[in-house]
């Protein structure tokens, strides 16, 4: 299946903390490569090589490190008479299409500007290039191919440390509850669709907002629960942590490297 990745974003919370940083979000590090790498790598693992990225700021950075793409980063080798002998490779048989959808469109807009490359493909997948997870991903497609919906969306239960207090008319605190542990899905980032979700994408609209609340609407949105590891990279704390977790070895989204079959 192709996989849309969107990689166009400004990522100002991310920016605005890193003095002179132009990168778009899905370019900054974890270990030796990028966001997007890393997704991409995810999406490999599972057989789906066939990649069309919607770029908008920083487009260049992008088109930059593919065009230049070296495997001796994340690849052991053998260097003979001057030669590199790679002992693996990173992007083998990756079909990677980079195209600009505008610096400041909406994710909806930019997937109806791709909406050509995905002639024929009765489903696809799409992320936000930037969340990292352990998902079974043949598991979510399985599921969504099985039923009658328009969409899929990965849910997660809520990540952040806020609590939710529970407050009586006498303005007496009754209980106090992470929000991790109330009964509540955010969205995951993390979509399987099938081509009905242009109908309900206007121009400059947007994929959630729009598309999948449609869908909602109409009964056609299915919901994908996952509990295991998933992690956003919102804030530049967020992805320093990814980071740290990387060259600790705690690796959870990196299936490539586990073993773990697909």
């Known amino acids: ?64 490190f593919f065009l230049g793409y070296r495997e001796t980063a994340s690849n052991d080798f053998v260097l003979r008479d001057g030669r590199v002998e790679l002992l693996s490779t990173d992007i083998s048989g990756w079909s990677i299409s980079l195209v600009d959808t505008g ?17 024929g493909e009765e489903m696809f997948l799409a992320n936000y290039a930037d969340v990292l997870t352990d998902a079974p991903l ?20 809520p990540t952040n440390t806020f609590h939710v207090v529970d407050v009586t008319e006498a303005n007496v605190v009754g209980a106090i509850t992470p929000v991790s542990a109330m009964p509540l899905w955010v969205n995951g980032g993390f979509f399987v669709l099938r081509q009905e979700v242009f109908e309900h994408i206007p121009e400059n609209g947007d994929l959630v907002a ?53």
């Open 210 to 262: 729009d598309g999948c609340a449609e869908l909602a609407k109409r009964g056609r949105l299915l919901a994908y629960r996952h509990r295991g590891y998933w992690r956003p990279s919102d804030t530049v704390n967020q992805r320093l942590e990814l980071d740290r977790s990387w060259e600790r070895g705690e690796r959870p989204w990196a299936l490539w490297e586990s073993g773990r079959e697909a």
């Open 138 to 157: 043949t598991d979510m497609i399985r599921r969504f191919a099985a039923a009658d919906a328009g969409a899929s969306m990965m849910v997660v239960p």
């Open 1 to 64: 299946m192709k996989v849309v990745l969107f990689c166009g974003g400004r990522g100002t919370r991310m920016r605005s903390e890193v003095p002179g940083g132009d990168l778009p979000k899905p370019m900054q590090l974890v270990g030796p490569r990028p966001l997007v790498w890393h997704v991409m790598r995810y999406y490999a693992h599972f057989g789906h090589k066939e990649f069309i990225l919607c770029l908008g700021y920083g487009a260049q950075h992008i088109k930059d």
């Open 103 to 119: 610096v400041d469109s909406p994710i909806g807009e930019r997937l109806r500007r791709v909406r050509d490359h995905l002639d």
